[in-house]
């Protein structure tokens, strides 16, 4: 063997390995981000009962307790999940096991497989609350609803899209470049509000023409989950940025654009 033969024989398995590994880790990442974009799609016609061929007020007919106890499970669920797999905490102690490339890309998956769990088990709580009946109002209310959803697509691309549902972080991994630190910022829709992306959500949940218990139940437990939600995020943020937040948190309110500069 002669000497180059060698240096290509040692290096060459292990280089290969990490490649392989970084390729993999960057089509894992591209496959979840995917599942995600059918989940926020679908979730878009289950909440607004477009399109799709489960939404809030269909589905299996049960007894109005076993549905509210499902439903509350299902939302139970995606709760946990969501919330206690975004603290720094937990990701300090999961990228233990799971490699730090996919990590954002994992917690993105199981987010998208349990509300995908959650539109297919939901049972329908099919009696109105209102029921708009005039049609310019009804329209009104249903391009709000839609609105809510260009508001949370927008502010995810306004904030960063691709970090959010971890793209970012592996396509660093494959080009082996170093991730940068997280940078705290406020463009655009976040100089009014400290939360445009769960304002579009409440919005998309609660503007609807005709407004069912279920439909209610799903609005109700949603935003108050996005408040406790709202708590825990922003104590990470203060850990993660300091006083640049204190003073963001003095000078912008939560989630309704009214308070003026200090
Ligand atoms: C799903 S996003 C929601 C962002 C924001 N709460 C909203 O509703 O638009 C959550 C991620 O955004 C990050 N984040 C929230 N506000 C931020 C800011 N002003 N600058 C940088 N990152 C921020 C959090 O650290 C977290 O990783």
Redesign the pocket.
Known sequence: MTQIDHQVHSIGPEVAGSCIFRFIAFLYGIAAYLVFFVTILYAIGFVMGLVVPKSIDTGTDTSTVEAVIINLLLMALFAVQHSVM?RQRFKAWWTQYVPKPIERSTYVLLASLSLLLLFWQWRPLPAIVWDVQDPDFAVTLATLSFAGWVLVFT??FV??HFE?FGLNQVTNHLLDKEAPP?????PL??KF????????FIIAFWAAPTMTVGHLLFASVTTLYILV??AL?ER??ID??GDE?RQ?KQRVSMLIPWRKSA
């Open positions: 975004a502010s995810t904030i960063n959010l997280p940078r705290f910022r406020t829709f976040y509000v400290r939360h445009p992306i769960y304002l579009g939600g709202i995020e990470d943020l993660l940025f937040y963001y």
